[in-house]
């Protein structure tokens, strides 16, 4: 993530897109390999999902994405992916917690204006959104820096193992 600038191309999903949706209960107990279970992402509900998306993509969805069950496995699988960030209207509380503990950008947004395969720009420090195919940008809630920074460093245990502790 350079200079907390993210691009890529949309994919975009509806509401309630469950952890089960995003990675099926089959696969989060065979295999503890991320790279793996990422190949898997999305595939009861979009067969060809993960041979469709490249790295800095984005998952675009509506309300309450990744409501479902509390395991890591659903962030991690987009995580490894390669998807840059998921934009969404709202998402379970825990799986927001879980995204940014795995070091996987998540932004709340209005996400009506964008479409299948827009292009994006979204600027994590400044707080915007640039639908560049359209011409358009949206405004979005900054992260704090204590936030970009875990993101930046791969979530909180790479950031612990780095910094030893807290260091803002």
Same mark, same amino acid.
């Given at each position: ?29 065979? =295999? @503890?390999?991320?790279?793996? @279970? ?65 070091? @996987?950008?998540?932004?709340? +947004? ?8 827009? =292009? ?9 959104? +640039? ?5 358009? =940008? ?31």
């Amino acid at each position: 993530m350079k200079e907390n600038i993210l691009r890529g191309k949309v994919h975009k999903l509806g509401d309630d897109i469950n952890t089960d949706y995003i990675i099926s209960g089959r696969y989060k107990f065979k =295999t @503890l390999d991320n790279q793996e @279970l990422a190949k898997h992402l999305l595939e009861d509900i979009y067969p060809d999902f993960y041979q469709k998306i490249s790295p800095g993509d984005f998952i675009v969805a509506g309300e309450n994405f990744g409501c479902g069950s509390s395991r890591e496995q659903a962030p991690l699988a987009i995580k490894y992916a390669g998807i840059g960030a998921v934009l969404a209207r709202s998402f379970a509380r825990i799986f927001y917690r879980n995204a940014i503990n795995v070091g @996987l950008p998540i932004i709340i +947004t209005q996400t009506e204006k964008i479409n299948e395969n827009d =292009t994006l720009i979204i600027n994590l420090s400044k707080g915007s959104i +640039t639908i560049s195919n359209q011409g358009k =940008t949206l405004p979005i809630d900054p992260f704090p820096p204590e936030i970009l920074k875990i993101i930046e460093t791969g979530g909180l245990v790479e950031y612990f193992k780095k910094y030893r502790g807290w260091t803002f």
